[in-house]
């Protein structure tokens, strides 16, 4: 159980234009789930917490109109970077807390974005 | 501030050797503490967790402790393998999960 999925898993864009990643929590239901950026060969890096049915909280320093989170169902959760350009090239990675008193995050695969 | 500090890599071993990343952390209360797994080109799997003093977390081999008294969390693992190459990540739950800077582990046969 716990799982949770990303798609795509790779998306290459030219810049200027928008992607969406979707990440799916597929056998619970995931109030809160997170968006992480991975710099290589470095650590995770929060952007947001995004929760079902509410605006998500960002990081300090994460541009909100650059990174739009949607979180309109309890198993899907979206990011869309807009206006893309090569520095948001990246491994974003989304997680989700199953059911609300636990601190047990399960993560997604990770998208790999490049933008050229 | 809280805070993380995990042993640096790269570490290389070869097969059937012993194990230890260290991990120490600084914070205010007693956090849940977490070892994530990440193997080439993937995300992160929950390796093995532990919720209070003196837990001991376990998973696949691997273990570790929660040691209050030096904030410590260090993973261990008796035996190697191969499929073990991967980064390590250390994250106590801070409000949060705040990760370490991942400690990569290649195995050699």
């Known amino acids: 159980g716990a799982v949770v999925s990303q798609h795509p898993s790779r998306v290459i864009c030219k810049s200027g234009t928008s992607v969406k990643i979707e990440c799916r929590s597929l056998?619970?239901?995931?109030?809160?789930m997170f968006w992480y950026r991975q710099f290589p060969k470095q650590s995770l890096m929060l952007m947001a917490t995004?929760?079902?049915?509410?605006?998500?909280?960002?990081e300090q320093g994460v541009e909100k109109d650059k990174f739009l989170i949607n979180h309109a169902s309890l198993t899907l959760s979206t990011l869309t970077v807009t206006s893309a350009h090569p520095e948001d090239s990246s491994f974003y990675i989304c997680?989700?807390?199953?059911?609300?008193?636990?601190?047990?995050?399960?993560f997604g695969p990770g998208t790999r974005l490049t933008v050229l | 501030g809280d805070s993380v500090t995990q042993m640096e890599g790269p570490v290389t071993l070869s097969e059937e050797a012993f194990l230890t990343i260290n991990c120490t952390y600084t914070?205010?209360?007693?956090?849940?503490l977490f070892w994530y797994v990440q193997y080439p080109g993937e995300g992160l799997q929950l390796l093995l967790k532990a919720t209070k003093a003196d837990d001991k977390g376990s998973n696949k081999g691997f273990e570790a402790t929660y040691r209050k008294e030096t904030t410590s969390f260090h993973l261990e693992k008796g035996s190697v393998q191969v499929s073990d190459s991967a980064v390590y990540f250390c994250?106590?739950?801070?409000?949060?999960?705040?990760f370490g800077k991942g400690t990569k582990l290649s195995v050699k046969p």
């Open positions: 997680s989700a807390l199953q059911g609300e008193a636990t601190d047990t995050q399960y």
């Open positions: 994250a106590p739950y801070l409000g949060n999960l705040i």
């Open positions: 914070a205010t209360g007693y956090p849940s």
């Open positions: 995004s929760n079902e049915g509410s605006k998500a909280t960002y």
């Open positions: 056998d619970f239901q995931a109030t809160t």
